[in-house]
Every structure is written in structure tokens, then in C-alpha cells.
T-cell receptor, first 111, second 114 residues
Framework: GDSVTQMEGPVTLSEEAFLTINCTYTATGYPSLFWYVQYPGEGLQLLLKATKADDKGSNKGFEATYRKETTSFHLEKGSVQVSDSAVYFCALSYYGQNFVFGPGTRLSVLP | SQTIHQWPATLVQPVGSPLSLECTVEGTSNPNLYWYRQAAGRGLQLLFYSVGIGQISSEVPQNLSASRPQDRQFILSSKKLLLSDSGFYLC?????????????FGNGTRLTVT
């Protein structure tokens, strides 16, 4: 079946460091890909999405590119802030199907 | 714009007591509605989803049930809570099941069964 794999962390970085959170997927077709962020005690918020190969989603300084050849959708940010500390979820969706989420990656950014 | 409301935010209930969590969506019609649970740790478990009034699909057999009495209302219930029902419950909606239709989540209910 379809699945999403991501580094489970925790990932600990210093403020202004470069961030990469890896996400790879297994799918029988060509899904849409999403990144969600969950701040402590809150629900998940959509961070960005991409709907076809080579699309780049971006929001709030975060970026991810849909790579069909490597079945990946890695999340990147050039300079993280303490306020970026959260859990990040990678997910995929097909037409007519429910979302498939990865296990989440906890990010801690130290001042 | 669309908004989703979930309540209560926190709940402490004794084992064996009933449960009712409510979720409503405003600003859209005929949304797809979802209940997820997040146990200790981070993973999301899909419990129920609904594509219309009175239509409920269960993803895992358990001590919980769901109902959709109105188009924009989704209720999660239990007749007798178990300790294992503790967790963070999230309601979510989608416009439809189109491949690029994102999920939008509520702020969650933290349930502790004692």
C-alpha cells in the first residue's frame, strides 16, 4: 500500500541554521504531496503542497520540491527561528482516497 | 472564509464514563469530515470519516463511534471510556476528495481518561 517515510528526529538546530527534513513516499500512482506543521498543543496546519512532478511548494520561508524520480518531497528552510520549533508531517493524497501521513518529525530550534 | 470549531479543548473523564466530542465547520457546504487520534508521540490515526449526512466510515474497530446529524456537524462518542482512549483528538474537513484538496484541522481536544 501507499506509505510515507520521514526522519523521525528529534532534530535539534541552532537558530539561523539550515533545515532539511527528508520525506520519501511509496505510491502506485501520482499523488499530491503536502507538508503540515503542528505547534505544541495545537492542531495541524497546512504548510505547503505540490500537485505534480517538479512543482515547488513554498510558504513562510519553507520550500519542498516534488521529485518523482526519487519519490521524495524534502522540506527545507534556509534559516530557522526558535518559533519554527514544532512537529512536521509529510503526507500524500490521491483522488478519492484519504490522506496518508508520515510519523512526524519533531524540530527543536535553540536560541 | 471557512472555520472549524472543536470543543472542549481539554477533558478529564473517569474510566467507564460516556464521551461526546463535537466539531462544526462554518463557511462551506457538504464538506468531507474526519476524526483523527494522536496518541502519546506524534502519529495520526484516522478513526472515522464522512462524505455526507448520516454516512460514516470507520477505519479501525474500537470503543468509539461517530455521527453526522447535520451537514457541518461531526460528533465522536463513546458509551464507556477505556484508559486506552486517552489522547489528542483532531477533527478535520476537506472540500472534497480531489487529489489536491487539503485537510484543514481544528485545534484538537486533549482527552485524559483516569
Amino acid at each position: 500500500g501507499d506509505s510515507v517515510t520521514q526522519m523521525e528526529g528529534p532534530v535539534t538546530l541552532s537558530e539561523e541554521a539550515f533545515l532539511t527534513i527528508n520525506c520519501t513516499y511509496t505510491a502506485t500512482g501520482y499523488p499530491s504531496l503536502f507538508w503540515y506543521v503542528q505547534y505544541p498543543g495545537e492542531g495541524l496546519q497546512l504548510l505547503l503542497k505540490a500537485t505534480k512532478a517538479d512543482d515547488k511548494g513554498s510558504n513562510k520561508g519553507f520550500e519542498a520540491t516534488y521529485r518523482k524520480e526519487t519519490t521524495s518531497f524534502h522540506l527545507e528552510k534556509g534559516s530557522v527561528q526558535v518559533s519554527d520549533s514544532a512537529v512536521y508531517f509529510c503526507a500524500l493524497s490521491y483522488y478519492g482516497q484519504n490522506f496518508v501521513f508520515g510519523p512526524g518529525t519533531r524540530l527543536s530550534v535553540l536560541p | 472564509s471557512q472555520t472549524i470549531h472543536q470543543w472542549p479543548a481539554t477533558l478529564v473523564q473517569p474510566v467507564g464514563s460516556p464521551l461526546s466530542l463535537e466539531c462544526t465547520v462554518e463557511g462551506t457546504s457538504n464538506p468531507n469530515l474526519y476524526w483523527y487520534r494522536q496518541a502519546a508521540g506524534r502519529g495520526l490515526q484516522l478513526l472515522f470519516y464522512s462524505v455526507g449526512i448520516g454516512q460514516i466510515s470507520s477505519e479501525v474497530p474500537q470503543n468509539l463511534s461517530a455521527s453526522r446529524p447535520q451537514d457541518r456537524q461531526f460528533i465522536l462518542s463513546s458509551k464507556k471510556l477505556l484508559l486506552s482512549d486517552s489522547g489528542f483528538y483532531l477533527c478535520a474537513w476537506r472540500r472534497d476528495r480531489g487529489f489536491n484538496s487539503p485537510l484543514h484541522f481544528g485545534n484538537g481536544t486533549r482527552l485524559t481518561v483516569t
